[in-house]
Nanobody
Framework: QVQLVESGGGLVQAGGSLRLSCAAS????????MGWFRQAPGNEREFVGA????????RHSDPVKGRFTISRDNAKSTVYLQMNRLKPEDTVVYYC???????????????????WGQGTQVTVSS
C-alpha cells in the first residue's frame, strides 16, 4: 500500500523559509515522479513543482519559480520542497503526489498523479 506523508508545515513570517518533506512508502521502485501541489479553500488544486525519478530534472510553476525548489533523496524515499521568500499568498495546504513513469515526463496536472498525501498547512503572516 502506497503512503505519502507530508511534514514541515507551520507558521512563518513573510520573507521567511520553510522546508516541506514527503516520506513515501510502498512504492515498488524509484521510477516515480514526485510532485507538490497546493490548494486554498474553495479553489482548485494547483501545481507547484515536480521532480524526475533521478532528481536530475525539475519543473516549477511560475508563481513559485525562483523561490521554491523541489528535490528528492531516493535513499530516504523522501521528496522536499524548499520554500524561500514566502508570501502571505503562499498560505494554503500543500500536497505531495506521485506517479509511476518510464520516461522523462514531468506531469503537472492533478489527474496525472496516482497517489496523494493528506496535506500539510503552511501559513505565512504579513
Amino acid at each position: 500500500q502506497v503512503q505519502l506523508v507530508e511534514s514541515g508545515g507551520g507558521l512563518v513570517q513573510a520573507g521567511g523559509s520553510l522546508r516541506l518533506s514527503c516520506a513515501a512508502s510502498g512504492l515498488s521502485s524509484s521510477n516515480y515522479v514526485m510532485g507538490w501541489f497546493r490548494q486554498a479553500p474553495g479553489n482548485e488544486r494547483e501545481f507547484v513543482g515536480a521532480v524526475s525519478w533521478s532528481g536530475g530534472s525539475t519543473r516549477h510553476s511560475d508563481p513559485v519559480k525562483g523561490r521554491f525548489t523541489i528535490s528528492r533523496d531516493n535513499a530516504k524515499s523522501t521528496v522536499y520542497l524548499q520554500m524561500n521568500r514566502l508570501k502571505p499568498e503562499d498560505t494554503v495546504v500543500y500536497y505531495c503526489a506521485a506517479r509511476f513513469v518510464t520516461n522523462s515526463w514531468l506531469p503537472y496536472r492533478v489527474y496525472e498523479y496516482t497517489y496523494w498525501g493528506q496535506g500539510t498547512q503552511v501559513t505565512v503572516s504579513s
